[in-house]
């Protein structure tokens, strides 16, 4: 039998987990399965035939920074603020002992984990559904523009034309999903 105290927490864990995972999944189903809406482009649009420069903040050093570096700082930041705490309250789960700063911590960290789920969630969706091309879309899709439609953007009389139906040459499918 559990006591009162063991049944809240279990709670709290559980709707949290369940909250972080409404958030996540999607994410994770976007980045799995989702496919951009592809959008066309105007022959003379000048905009998107800038140069592909590779990332310079490599996706290691953007986790670091952006998730590792604030959930060290919202430990430390708890157990200092404990240190100076003259009660301390002692949870207990399960005939375990928790210390009120990791508890704290957990919480901040729930809530900073939802939010970054939430904001990625949110920047997903966006981007998925306008689809809109990124300035060096030239440079990395390639587009093969289809025959049939006769359209030659080299050519002055075409240089207003939007153009949809095109197959983008570039093999790396994962830098031309990025360019839209």
């Known amino acids: 039998m559990?006591?009162?105290?063991?049944?809240?927490?279990?709670?709290?864990?559980?709707?949290?987990?369940?909250c972080i995972c409404c958030a996540g999944f999607p994410?994770?189903?976007f980045f799995l399965f989702g496919d951009p809406y592809k959008r066309g482009f105007f022959c003379d649009d000048?905009?998107?035939?800038?140069?592909?420069?590779?990332?310079?903040?490599?996706?290691?050093?953007?986790y670091c920074v952006g998730l590792c570096l604030p959930i060290c700082l919202m430990i430390l930041i708890?157990?200092?603020?404990?240190?100076?705490?003259d009660h301390h309250v002692i949870r207990k789960f399960m005939n375990?002992?928790?210390?009120?700063?990791i508890w704290r911590s957990y919480c901040v960290i729930g809530v900073f984990g939802f939010g970054a789920a939430c904001n990625q969630?949110?920047?997903d969706v966006a981007k998925y559904?306008?689809?809109?091309?990124?300035?060096?879309?030239?440079?990395?899709?390639?587009?093969?523009l289809n025959p049939e439609t006769k359209i030659d953007c080299s050519l002055s009389k075409y240089k207003n034309e939007y153009i949809e139906d095109f197959i983008c040459m570039n093999s790396d499918q994962r830098l031309v999903r990025e360019t839209r």
């Open 2 to 18: 559990m006591d009162a105290e063991s049944a809240r927490i279990l709670r709290k864990i559980i709707i949290d987990l369940i």
């Open 27 to 29: 994410v994770l189903f």
């Open 46 to 62: 000048e905009s998107l035939r800038h140069p592909f420069h590779p990332s310079t903040v490599t996706n290691v050093m953007l």
């Open 78 to 85: 708890e157990y200092i603020h404990y240190r100076q705490e």
């Open 96 to 101: 375990y002992s928790i210390n009120s700063w």
């Open 129 to 144: 559904t306008i689809g809109r091309l990124r300035p060096h879309f030239y440079e990395v899709c390639n587009p093969h």
């Open 121 to 123: 969630f949110l920047t």
